[in-house]
């Protein structure tokens, strides 16, 4: 089991930056890949980037590109989101997630995912 705490949401405003932080703990070695989602109301967990954690390479879709930043400490056992040009849009409870299943290509759906955080809110003011 690996158990995955967030930190570093709040409020900003438009155009500022925060950092999220995930900080995993339990079965690390196992974990394959991380990544974080966000979840707006009503709506369903939206990937945002991925990272693959053995050897830290990111994905981004079009929509995070440019903005959106993921890193990793092994040593740490973390996993940093920089947000940069915040939109209110942005605005959403943002998890973390982790998957030990080895798979060809990103898994992009949250049900790859076994593990998660418990959310940490994002909230953009225009």
């Known amino acids: 089991q690996v158990q995955l705490v967030e930190s570093g949401g709040g409020l900003v405003q438009a155009g500022g930056s925060l950092r999220l932080s995930c900080a995993a703990s339990g079965r690390t070695l196992t974990i394959q890949s991380m990544a974080w989602f966000r979840q707006f109301p009503g709506k369903e967990r939206e990937f945002v980037t991925s990272?693959?954690?053995?050897?830290?390479?990111?994905y981004y879709p079009d929509s995070a590109k440019g903005r959106f930043t993921i890193s990793r400490d092994n040593v740490k056992n973390t996993v940093l989101l920089q947000m940069n040009s915040l939109k209110h849009e942005d605005t959403a409870v943002y998890y973390c997630?982790?998957?030990?299943?080895?798979?060809?290509?990103?898994?992009?759906?949250?049900?790859?995912?076994?593990?998660w955080g418990q959310g940490t809110q994002v909230t953009v003011s225009s």
């Open positions: 997630a982790a998957t030990t299943s080895r798979r060809i290509g990103v898994p992009l759906v949250p049900n790859l995912y076994d593990s």
């Open positions: 990272i693959t954690w053995s050897g830290g390479n990111p």
